[in-house]
């Protein structure tokens, strides 16, 4: 193996049909700085000039100017519109289901049914107000933009309170056309399960919205437009033509 991994072959020299058109991203990227330098971290070292990104600058702490901005209260109407269709969605396919009185799989969507509602509506708020108000649609999400100064403290508390007004309206809308039964099953509120504590409530809810507000902070990333964050592409090209030997036995390339 070692023999002849050493001598590398044509398929070894040349980059793979895929990897077409990305060689000048990869000399650009990866190849424009030492190797001493981690690939995917690059980017982030010598001066600001050398950055192929633009980071935000911080958000001001109060913003008076926004309050005289109709994209401010554009943006708040948003919040409140999609905060409000997620809970109406959703809450009744909660509805629909925990009140199934046949009990049959096949009457109701299923527990399947309401991670999609859930899922999908999501899904389809934040595509829809994302170039208007970044599709928050969570207060916990606002909280944590606002704690990295992504935006300010007027914007965050408008949209809390937004959020928190479309919340309401939507479950209201629910009780007001199913109200037997939206009483009846208390709203479709979570409660522990049988055999765990609140503390082990509190925990998974703890952890749900890190990730959560973990996953919006990595998809909102300036770092992630850089080409030196392309860490599949360079790592296969530096590792197929520098070192042949490496790419054999981890599987990069036939022998």
């Given at each position: 193996i070692i023999s002849s991994a050493s001598q590398p072959s044509q398929e070894l020299s040349e980059a793979p049909p895929a990897m077409e058109g990305k060689e000048e991203d990869v000399r650009l990227g990866a190849n424009r700085y030492s190797e001493r330098q981690p690939i995917g971290t690059a980017a982030q070292g010598g001066g600001a000039d050398e950055k192929d990104y633009k980071e935000p600058p911080p958000a001001p702490l109060f913003e008076a100017e926004e309050l005289t901005s109709w994209s401010f209260y554009r943006a708040g109407i948003a919040e409140f519109l999609a905060t409000f269709l997620f809970?109406?969605?959703?809450?009744?396919?909660?509805?629909?289901?925990?009140?199934?009185?046949?009990?049959?799989?096949?009457?109701?969507?299923?527990?399947?049914?309401?991670?999609?509602?859930?899922?999908?509506?999501?899904?389809?708020?934040?595509?829809?107000?994302?170039?208007?108000?970044?599709?928050?649609?969570?207060?916990?999400?606002?909280?944590?933009?606002f704690l990295a100064r992504k935006l300010s403290l007027t914007r965050a508390v408008f949209y809390m309170v937004m959020q928190c007004l479309g919340a309401i309206c939507g479950a209201g809308v629910v009780k007001g056309f199913q109200t037997t039964l939206y009483q009846g099953n208390g709203g479709g509120a979570n409660s522990v399960a049988p055999g765990y504590t609140k503390g082990d409530g509190l925990g998974a809810e703890i952890v749900g919205t890190f990730v959560?507000?973990?996953?919006?902070?990595?998809?909102?990333?300036?770092?992630?437009?850089?080409?030196?964050?392309?860490?599949?592409?360079?790592?296969?090209?530096?590792?197929?033509?520098?070192?042949?030997?490496?790419?054999?036995?981890?599987?990069?390339?036939n022998d």
């Open positions: 809970l109406y969605i959703s809450v009744l396919t909660v509805m629909g289901v925990v009140g199934n009185p046949s009990g049959s799989k096949c009457g109701t969507v299923g527990i399947q049914g309401i991670a999609w509602s859930f899922g999908g509506m999501i899904f389809v708020l934040v595509y829809c107000t994302a170039g208007i108000s970044g599709g928050h649609i969570n207060p916990a999400v606002t909280f944590g933009l959560l507000v973990y996953t919006v902070f990595s998809a909102t990333d300036a770092k992630r437009s850089a080409r030196d964050s392309h860490v599949p592409v360079s790592t296969y090209v530096h590792t197929v033509h520098r070192w042949p030997a490496a790419a054999t036995v981890f599987g990069f390339v």
